[in-house]
């Protein structure tokens, strides 16, 4: 452990300094961590990093998952749900289907149960990745709400996959019968122990005396409590964070303050960071171990290789063939809910986007690292095989497709291609309506209040003018009390109009951080 502590304090370092890099390059930093990862693996004199598959499964997974549910907009999810259901479900068996056909008729000694676990396993694109992309160019706000969702889900319905690949492997036989109870209860099982310890947790917040540093600290537990409890039960640990942080979020100005909303965001936007980091450096530094245990089984080093990059180019072959298939089923059946273009031509590029942003990560890493030595007594061939594949795939999409997704949108000029409300209009509609909502409310309610006029003056002014009075001796306990009351109104409002209108979710939300700030504010005065 004390030979570890250096290297673990090296790889921070590292991870921040190489996502500033990243930034200055303007390029997704997980492609740079990978490399940071295989170059510094071959360092004679560093410790060798072995990967347990429970620590990347229960320290790593449910933190993820969980800001990735509180980040999403719950209404865009609602939305597109269609297409976010099939990517994240159907396009993922067809792509675990289509890896396991070709693995079946091309790798020696892959069965087709032996094909579904290395398709389960490299099928889920990682959205860290896709994220990490995103901040350097401009795309649709429908494209990108559909690739936060399906990231949400396809983790779940890969590992289940990859659960049930197992069975059939190990046992020799695949009963399905006791496959579709299985997968029936981890569904349902997954969905609904999450939705129970999220309310839950909910009510525990509401009912303790917490404060922000006690608030902040149960959000960081309540993840690994789903996660562990379902997967007690036999059920979807992934679906159970994802369906309780889901909840949560959408109810998290109901039992959450101001102040541990301000100071949660800063902390898990730093502790998400430094999580995602060492998962994509570790996964290059883990290199060596892996193709030691390939040489031990007599494969080549240059046919692995070859079967990487082979199932690399089915990955991305079946995602083009899914996107655009989605595409055309939701013209035919369901053409009210498809994205708006100006052009059929427009509309064309946009499954051409879909089909591009399926980079591996994280999850593809702990499910290989997942595959038991033996199981029930059955040795798993060609285990160190698909290790290698994984990384090789990892490595091949976060290189090829990481790095040639912004010169595609940019090329195609996709994100000027949909016919979407401008986001500084919508801003601006949004507070017009805040300021006379909120000035209505005052008029009404304090218009007839006579003692402390001067200071309904000054905020009426406030509001009227929305400027900031640079001496705050005016504000009393009283004036306090009636600010903040207004700040509680603008919330109402704009939860309101998040409900009953088309304005994006995530410009609501940056106002009522703002409203969340000045909260704070009139606090320490």
Known sequence: MHNLFPLFIAMITAIVLLEMLATKLRVAYPILLVLAGLIVSFIPTLPVVAIDPDVIFLIFLPPLLCEAAWSISYKEMKKWWRIIGSFAFLVVFFTALSVAVVANHYIPGFTLAMGFLLGGIVSPPDAVSTGAIMKFVKVPKSTSAILEGESLLNDASSLIIVRFALIAVGMGQFVWQEAAVSFIWMLVGGVGIGVLLGWFFIQAHKRLPTDAPSDIALTLIEPYFMYWIAEQFHSSGVLAVVAGSLLMSNQRLKFLNSTSRVRGLSVWESFVFILNGIVF???????????????????????????????????????????????????????????????????????????????????????????????????????????????????????????????????TGLSDFFSEESEEVAKQQMKQGLKQHVYQFLRDKYEKEEHNREAMERILKHWEEKVNAADDSWMNERTKVIFIELLDVQREYLEKLNSESTIDEDIVRAQLYQIDLEEERLRMI
Do not use: C
């Open 281 to 411: 450096f570790i996964i290059g530094l883990d290199l060596p171990e892996i193709v030691a245990g390939l040489r031990a089984n007599g494969t080549s080093l240059r046919e692995a290789i070859g079967y990487g990059l082979l199932v690399t180019a089915v990955l991305i072959f079946a995602r083009m063939i899914s996107a655009y298939a989605a595409m055309i089923a939701t013209l035919i059946f369901r053409p009210s809910v498809a994205p708006r273009a100006r052009s059929s031509k427009q509309r064309f590029f946009m499954p051409l986007l879909l089909g591009w942003t399926g980079m591996r990560g994280v999850v593809s890493l702990a499910a290989a690292l997942s595959i038991p030595l033996v199981m029930n007594g059955t040795v798993i061939p060609q285990r160190h095989l698909i290790l290698f594949i994984t990384f090789v795939v990892i490595l091949s999409t976060l290189l090829v497709q990481g790095l040639t997704l912004p010169y595609l949108i940019r090329r």
